[in-house]
């Protein structure tokens, strides 16, 4: 659970810049990318990413531009990037002038259960880092490049003068 606002955005602001990455790496072509006809798509996966941001704050009385609703998908991979860039920043701009540090203690109801924002906080946090494993893979499939977000990636360990670990 996050305590302060300020702890949180310095945590979603990395984050939210690993998961900006991954969506600018997007083309319109990938978003049909799938592991079976039964699952979402790369697509439906980075705009649910995008909406997510929305939908899980709604209930916390936060107010901010941002799309909602996660179905239809757009069909532009770079709506989709500039969609999260433009929620990601909304929902910073609302948390440093709606919220203090003691709004982080308020509790809500969500999925069933009573918890506090801060905790909400950490659960979007880690929600967004689950979707962005799932769009890694997907990614791969589709043949694009994968930046690294908590070390290198497999292509970026010569840049850092480094051989890659062993397949």
């Known amino acids: 659970m996050f305590q302060t606002v300020e702890h949180f955005l310095q945590s979603w602001t990395f984050e939210a ?6 969506l600018q790496q997007l083309t319109d072509e990938s978003l049909h990318q799938a592991i079976t006809a039964e699952h ?38 770079q709506l989709i990037a500039d969609s999260y860039y433009q929620a990601s ?15 982080m203690n308020e509790t809500i109801e969500f999925i069933g259960q009573t918890i506090p924002n801060g ?29 690294g977000i908590y070390g290198p990636a497999k292509e970026e360990w010569a840049q850092f003068g480094l051989q890659a670990p062993n397949m």
């Open 17 to 22: 810049t690993a998961t900006q990455k991954l």
């Open 89 to 103: 920043n909304a929902f910073m701009e609302a948390l440093k002038t709606q919220w203090t540090d003691k709004t």
């Open 40 to 77: 979402w798509t790369l697509g439906r996966i980075a705009w649910h990413t995008v909406t997510a941001i929305r939908i899980i704050s709604a209930n916390t009385h936060l107010t901010f531009e941002a799309p909602a609703e996660d179905f239809p998908v757009p069909t532009s991979a």
């Open 119 to 147: 905790s909400l906080l950490l659960f979007l946090l880690q929600h967004q880092s689950h979707h962005r494993g799932q769009m890694t893979v997907l990614m791969r499939q589709a043949g694009l490049p994968v930046p």
